[in-house]
């Protein structure tokens, strides 16, 4: 069921999906605090191995040293240059290629300098990288610009998820990059409400769960859709022999967990695929996303093998709704962007998680900006409905 009785209102403005300003004050107060799913372990095959990216407008680099993931700003303590531009490779040693300054793996303190006597009295370990947080999880490697930000691991033991299970990095199955021209909460927005399923995924997801089957779960930084799993017959019984194999439980159920602001969980009982929606600019996106399969440490590497090549089956499957979707969302952002329509648009009761995502990126917006912003980047909520729009749900 869901919690709200009646609609519910569209918080946000067409222009908080287009406007540059809007994207560059979200980025400060609502992005960069918060924890965000960059990487996968299996881009670090050993250690050396490092990719680099793009995080927010700041250049990042991630290297694995004794087996584990460390984050630096790629911006050197010299002359400010980024380390390398390579996006993926192996180096034995964190060194700049312009002067060939060395760092410390772990602390990012300058470790060699070449012909050190010239910057007396400067002494090695002064100067440094500076360290940016990672959190491995599973498979998953997360990252923020917080030095506050509380653990993600926490929150993610907080919503349910068996991390052990559903993203154990002997689970991998696969990752892929994509970026298109759509505001990120567009992208969001689409991935928590089954209202579209009809229209988008008529072959794949047929139609959607009704009401009865469905069930809504909000909490101040995440929402939880549960809803039933794969309904065929034949393959619930392969799922009943493969699970019962590897002495994992069957729910026979489905959850969408949205960990704000970017990262999304799907879940089945043998399956989970998790989006990362990176925003680069205002109008543009980089989905990153990557699929596991279940598996259990203590279970016979038979039945977690069996579980894997389940999990291939059912790639494809995932990859083509997600495709269905990305084919939609360039139409939704063209609307947003065109100023011709004198309304705000509507949230449905099955849509009511986009309304407790939105309420939540206005808290941060308005909390951190109201004595500096201009008015016209403050939303009141004049909606139609006289609902508070979330007064019938835990917060
Ligand atoms: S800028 Fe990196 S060593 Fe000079
Ligand atoms: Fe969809």
Known sequence: MFLSDTHLPQLLPPSAYTDPTWYITEREHVLTPAWHVVATTSQFPRDGSFITFDFFGCPIILRRHCGEI????????????????????????????????????????????????????LEKGMLGLTSVRVETCGGLVFATLSEDAPSVGKSLLECGIDVARTMSPAGFLGMREICFPVNWKVAIENTLESYHVGEVHPKTFKTAPAEEQCSHQLFPAISIFCGPGDTVPWIQRLERVLLSGAAIPQTGGYRHVHLYPTCTIAETDTFTIILSFLPESANRTRLFMTWFASQRA?????????????????????????????????????????????G????????????????????????????????TMLVTHSSPSAVSPMENVLT
């Open 70 to 121: 460390r984050g630096f700003l790629n911006v050197c303590a010299h002359r400010l240059a980024k380390l390398t531009s390579q996006p993926t490779g192996y180096c034995s040693a964190l060194r700049c290629g312009y002067h060939g300054w060395e760092y410390d793996e772990v602390s990012g303190a300058t470790k060699k300098i070449p012909d050190a006597p010239s910057f007396k009295p």
């Open 298 to 342: 203590g279970a016979s590497a038979v039945w977690n093998g069996l579980i894997r090549n389940w999990g291939r089956v059912q790639s494809g499957f995932w990859l083509t709704v997600v495709n269905e979707d990305l084919s939609m969302l360039p139409t939704v952002q063209q609307g947003l962007a065109s100023s011709s329509h004198p």
């Open 344 to 375: 705000t648009g509507l949230i449905s009761r099955r849509e009511e998680r986009i309304t407790h995502f939105q309420q939540w990126i206005l808290d941060r917006i308005q909390t951190d900006t109201t004595a500096t912003q201009p008015a």
